[in-house]
Nanobody, 114 residues
Framework: QLQASGGGLVQAGGSLRLSCTVSGTIFRHMKLAWYRQTPLNARDLVAN???????SYVDSVEGRFTISRDNTKNMMFLQMNDLKPEDTAVYYC??????????WGLGTLVTVSS
């Protein structure tokens, strides 16, 4: 099970930190990702991090967002800085492995006002 939190309303230029607690799996063996979705768009990848904590980002958030993981607490994070109105979306945490197992959180809403 995945439980995401940390969303909310923030002004442009502000920051938020999303968290996702993962249970029921061997967390340290899983790859992690954050996705986001708006009502008119598909669910898009924002950032991911592998078991060696190597991270990658889509161009639109590079340099502003940071994905991280804490294997001791079975948690993943997305630090979002310099937020822009176009970052407004429901953010989902995603946990997966190379064997086809995957799990989704319920999503947390981030709203950035201009």
């Amino acid at each position: 099970q995945l439980q995401a939190s940390g969303g909310g309303l923030v002004q442009a230029g502000g920051s938020l930190r999303l968290s996702c607690t993962v249970s029921g799996t061997i967390f340290r063996h899983m790859k992690l990702a954050w996705y986001r979705q708006t009502p008119l768009n598909a669910r898009d990848l924002v950032a991911n991090i592998n078991t060696a904590s190597t991270a990658s980002y889509v161009d639109s958030v590079e340099g502003r967002f940071t994905i991280s993981r804490d294997n001791t607490k079975n948690m993943m994070f997305l630090q979002m800085n310099d937020l822009k109105p176009e970052d407004t979306a429901v953010y989902y945490c995603h946990v997966y492995d190379d064997l086809g197992s995957e799990y989704w959180g319920l999503g947390t809403l981030v709203t950035v006002s201009s």
